[in-house]
């Protein structure tokens, strides 16, 4: 057992990790708790209207779980910058600044170096993080600064999107922002059997979401579907049919990640002028125009075109991000090579 510089402990190797700690990289129990208990005092609450929480995996290894029900206020780096926060992306990049020292991330990165020799492919380091949640302005600012400075290719999935402080637009234009400086992001289906939750990764790893007391029903969902629709007199369960709720809910809210970005998308792509706007509404207008320039949502790489013809949100370049090596100009990170006929 490794002790990080702000005390977190993290497993010496992959085989501790593996048969001592579930699999997880952070030393102690790793688990999501069941989406319909515990209300507002269930910090691992995914269905929560206010936490917040953060799956992190490292190449294809479960890092740990994060949220924000803690009151302790975190201290790191990003580079030679220190930050402050307590939300669950704080949380994690804190982490991350102790993990990057430890003897099992080394052990990771060789292994990724050994794969690439044996395979004739690249196997560059990657992040996943999934969120219940999507990012808020402060951590969106963070999040970017984080991916410039680590240089590391990051894949996000989002199960839905964030909707206070800066108002809905500004929130949405934030996962624009994330998406121009090289997230590969994706809804998070984390109710599908097939996409949200197996025992084992490709990697015969356990799956995160092996330790998320909801994958036990989320895992049968359509069998239970099935012999509801055979057999008109079964009524559901108590707790199936909260599961139940649950599944429709992240289906909606999945549909909604992705109607939201394209409004927002098409207010990044096509601001409307001023004159336009009712008097009324050119304060907040401003506010989204300065917004733009905050998150560097220039157009001197033609990220306009990428994200117009959606580009950035394929199945294909989410999965290329474990193959492509980072780098800042997003055709050759996440995006990949675009074929010919579709460059902009």
Not at 199 to 210: D, G, I, N, S, V
Request: with cysteine; hydrophobic share 35%; glycine share 6%.
């Amino acid at each position: 057992m490794d002790k990080g510089k702000y005390g977190t402990f993290f497993a010496s190797t992959l085989e501790e990790a593996k048969m001592r700690n579930n699999g997880a990289l952070i030393w102690g129990p790793f688990f999501v708790d069941q989406v319909t208990k515990g209300g507002l005092s269930n910090a691992n609450n995914l269905n929560s209207e206010y936490g917040v929480v953060a799956i992190v995996k490292f190449c294809g290894f479960i890092l740990g779980n994060f949220h924000n029900g803690s009151m302790v206020e975190r201290r790191y780096l990003i580079g030679e910058q220190v930050v402050t926060g307590n939300h669950a992306e704080d949380c994690f990049m804190s982490a991350w600044d102790e993990f990057v020292e430890t003897r099992i991330y080394k052990e990771i990165i060789a292994l990724q170096n050994k794969m690439s020799i044996e395979s004739g492919c690249d196997q560059p380091p990657y992040i996943t993080i999934k969120l219940s949640r999507s990012p808020c302005t402060e951590c969106t600012q963070k999040l970017i600064k984080f991916i410039k400075k680590q240089g590391i290719s990051i894949r996000l999935k989002m199960l839905q999107l964030y909707s206070g402080d800066d108002g809905k637009l500004i929130n949405r234009l934030n996962i624009i922002g994330l998406m121009r400086h090289g997230y590969a992001v994706k809804e998070w289906a984390v109710a599908s059997e097939r996409k949200g939750y197996r025992e084992l990764t490709k990697r015969k790893l356990p799956h995160e979401m092996t330790y998320a007391t909801l994958m036990y029903e989320a895992a049968r969902l359509d069998k239970i579907t099935d012999e509801l629709g055979a057999d008109e007199t079964r009524e559901p369960t108590p707790d199936e049919e909260l599961f139940l709720e649950f599944r429709s809910s992240v289906q909606n809210a999945n549909s909604n990640v992705l109607k939201e970005i394209e409004a927002a998308l098409e207010f990044y792509c096509n601001p409307p002028s001023i004159a336009n706007i009712h008097k009324s509404k050119r304060k907040k207008y401003k506010e989204l125009i300065k917004h733009l320039a905050v998150l560097e949502l220039d157009d001197d790489l033609g990220i306009k075109s990428l994200l117009r013809e959606k580009l950035l949100m394929r199945d294909e370049l989410y999965l290329m991000v474990k193959t492509k090596p980072f780098d800042f100009l997003l055709k050759h990170g996440p995006l990949g090579e675009i074929p010919m006929d579709e460059k902009p």
